[in-house]
């Protein structure tokens, strides 16, 4: 079982930045891709950004421009560092590795975006 773990969550100015880290228990070269979502209250979960294995990157239109999917495998986190914020995207985000047919989550962590 692996097990992910977020941080870097909390409350942030609309406008302002904050950086997400995902860290796998485990060899994070092993997975073909991590994505990050986010779900606001009352939402659907909604995909934010993806990054393959072999360092493909897409984005959410929303969010182009402004985030930025990054890794570091030495440290086996997954980054994502999320620039002028809006109130819109506060949500709980969590993070998904995806190995062959198997797919683990991270538990989630709150970010609060204030007008």
């Known amino acids: 079982q692996v097990q992910l773990v977020e941080s870097g969550g909390g409350l942030v100015q609309a406008g302002g930045s904050l950086i997400l880290s995902c860290a796998a228990f485990?060899?994070?070269?092993?997975?073909?891709?991590i994505c990050w979502y986010r779900q606001a209250s009352g939402n659907e979960r909604a995909w934010v950004a993806t990054?393959?294995?072999?360092?493909?990157?897409d984005y959410a239109s929303s969010v182009k421009g402004r985030f930025a999917i990054s890794r570091d495998n030495a440290k086996n986190t997954v980054y994502l560092p999320m620039n002028s914020q809006k109130p819109e995207e506060t949500a709980v985000y969590c993070c998904?590795?995806?190995?062959?047919?198997?797919?683990?989550w991270g538990q989630g962590i709150q970010v609060t975006v204030s007008s």
């Open positions: 990054m393959s294995s072999g360092g493909t990157i």
């Open positions: 998904r590795a995806v190995e062959v047919t198997n797919i683990y």
């Open positions: 485990d060899d994070i070269s092993r997975f073909q891709s």
